[in-house]
């Protein structure tokens, strides 16, 4: 089935930028989802059809996806930000179609 | 609101059987797929499979097939998921999300039940 390889851990200061990719085979040519985990706590969407935010997530929040890459920026990133995040996509044509990427930790510093 | 609420935790021996229930509300029930996602203690999240609430057909992980069984009730709003012939490595906290599979996010995810194998 569909892969998706994401980093372990991004670590970053208060106020700056975090860019959390997520590598798949032709991945630009499929719609990417993120979610935020914290800990305790069920995932939550942060970002649906590559770039698109739900209500209620900040406009810190945004994505990217093209190539082999997806990525989603947390830009002035605040304490509250720090969490698991993982992409995820949906290949209907695949005997597999849920696929989510291996996940990433954000620690704020 | 859109809302998914589970069935609390569980703690069951090796080879026995689980069922979690998802009572959903908010929304009409048919009109979307529940699919279930489970994640192992400090790991990552796993996609289980999905059903439709429209049909009831269901598409599961090929490394569960033939030990998983997903249904709904449609009278009451309420998917299930049975999971049989436990193992310890199957202790996970187990999650259901609503699903348009025409679009492909989660979303909401239910509160998530422990499940727990021990002898």
């Known amino acids: 089935s569909y892969v998706l390889t994401q980093p372990p851990s991004v670590s970053v200061a208060p106020g700056k930028t975090a860019r959390i990719t997520c590598g798949g085979n032709?991945?630009?040519?499929?719609?990417v989802h993120w979610y935020q985990q914290k800990p305790g706590q069920a995932p939550v969407l942060v970002i649906y059809?590559?770039?698109d935010r739900p209500s209620g997530i900040p406009e810190r929040f945004s994505g990217s996806n093209s190539g082999n890459t997806a990525t989603l920026t947390i830009s002035r990133v605040e304490a509250g930000d720090e969490a698991d995040y993982y992409c995820?996509?949906?290949?209907?044509?695949?005997?597999?179609?849920?696929?989510f990427g291996t996940g990433t930790k954000v620690t704020v510093l | 609101q859109v809302q998914l609420v589970q069935s609390g935790a569980e703690v069951k021996k090796p080879g026995a059987s689980v069922k979690v229930s998802c009572k959903a509300s908010?929304?009409?029930?048919?009109?979307?797929?529940i699919s279930w996602v489970r994640q192992a203690p400090g790991q990552g999240l796993e996609w289980m499979g999905w059903?439709?609430?429209?049909?009831?057909?269901?598409n599961y992980a090929q490394k569960l097939q033939g030990r998983v069984t997903m249904t709904t009730d449609t009278s009451t709003s309420t998917a299930y998921m049975e999971l049989r012939s436990l193992r310890s490595d199957d202790t996970a906290v187990y999650y259901c999300?609503?699903?348009?599979?025409?679009?492909?996010?989660?979303?909401?995810w239910g509160q998530g039940t422990l499940v727990t194998v021990s002898s």
């Open positions: 032709n991945i630009g040519s499929k719609s």
């Open positions: 059809y590559d770039s």
């Open positions: 908010g929304y009409t029930f048919t009109s979307y797929g």
């Open positions: 995820q996509v949906w290949d209907s044509s695949s005997d597999h179609p849920g696929v």
């Open positions: 059903i439709s609430a429209y049909n009831g057909n269901t």
């Open positions: 999300a609503r699903i348009d599979t025409y679009v492909g996010w989660f979303d909401p």
